[in-house]
């Protein structure tokens, strides 16, 4: 018991803040394929503290980075998913109880042996949920050749005007002391 007790502890210590904006590190954070030369899949993936729209909105500020990195300053989200994984988390109240009373009552022996131990008397279980937002971007540029901005299109964004709006949003890693 207090083995599971002090792994639990060092998984939540582990966690004790929403995953940052940054490149995936055991699991957590954004990744991207180039999948064609104007096509990535990209992913931000946040632990259990990490809220679903910051999630979605690291998704959109990155796929808006890869655009301005690659030279191009439009990109359209064909497609989008979002993932969820929900893990239950047992904690048990543990209160003293009495174990009983036990021995042999006989003429020699006239009082038995009694003890404590722990018996469960709550049991609570929570919900624990992690997002991960995926989607397949295709990249534009109103300045090189190839394929054409798209007129009117909901699905089209400027890479700048993400950036820009978005960036006040963005909670980077704290950097490691040396």
Do not use: W
Request: proline letters at 6%; charged letters at 20%; aromatic letters at 12%.
């Amino acid at each position: 018991m207090l083995v599971v007790l002090i792994a639990s502890g060092l998984v939540l210590a582990g966690c004790s803040t929403a995953t940052p904006y940054g490149p995936a590190l055991d699991g957590k954070g954004y990744s991207e394929l180039q999948t064609e030369s104007d096509r990535f899949r990209v992913s931000f993936s946040g632990n259990s503290l990490t809220p679903r729209e910051t999630v979605e909105t690291y998704l959109l500020y990155r796929a808006a980075e890869i655009t301005l990195q690659r030279g191009y300053d439009h990109f359209r989200m064909v497609d989008q998913d979002l993932e969820s994984t929900t893990n239950y988390y047992n904690t048990f109240d543990a209160a003293p109880g009495y174990y009983g009373f036990y021995g042999r009552r006989s003429l020699r022996h006239r009082h038995g042996f009694s003890g404590l131990s722990y018996s469960y008397s709550t049991v609570t279980s929570r919900p624990v949920t992690s997002y991960q937002a995926i989607a397949n971007i295709i990249v534009f540029s109103e300045n090189k050749p190839g394929r054409t901005l798209p007129e009117n299109d909901d699905h089209t964004y400027n890479a700048r005007d993400v950036i820009k709006r978005l960036e006040p949003l963005i909670v980077r890693p704290e950097p490691e002391a040396d």
